[in-house]
């Protein structure tokens, strides 16, 4: 179903968008971070493989459209996720892992990072 939205509704926005502002205007699409599969809650239904699936019908979708993929960040925060499920119990550190609850979603220090590696790209 969202591969048809994708297509369908998505797509001829950011086409539009970008063709109406030409040159001054770059669009980012951030990669669905994955997952790791051994700390995902069994309630959240959401696997890496799903992930990969999405992430890949995005860059089929948006391929010569003129939207930058970024993918620099999930290295970042596959790690992160990953260290916060490791340290769960003895989390000390709460300014690096902070917000990491549930071990699906990054901490701010991983989210700030991956803010901070667009903006040196963009700038």
């Not at 086409?15 to 997952?35: D, F, P």
């Amino acid at each position: 179903m969202y591969v048809s939205l994708l297509e369908d509704k998505l797509l001829p926005l950011v086409e539009k968008s970008l063709a109406a502002h030409h040159r001054r205007q770059k669009m980012v699409w951030l990669y669905q971070s994955r997952t790791v599969e051994e700390t995902t809650p069994d309630a959240y239904d959401i696997y890496p493989d799903q992930i990969d699936k999405y992430n890949n019908e995005i860059r089929r979708v948006f391929n010569g459209s003129g939207v930058v993929i970024w993918d620099s960040i999930s290295a970042i925060v596959e790690e992160n996720v990953r260290a916060c499920a490791l340290t769960a119990f003895q989390r000390r550190d709460q300014k690096m892992y902070s917000n990491c609850y549930d071990f699906i979603h990054p901490g701010f220090g991983a989210v700030s990072l991956g803010s901070q590696l667009i903006f040196n790209h963009l700038c």
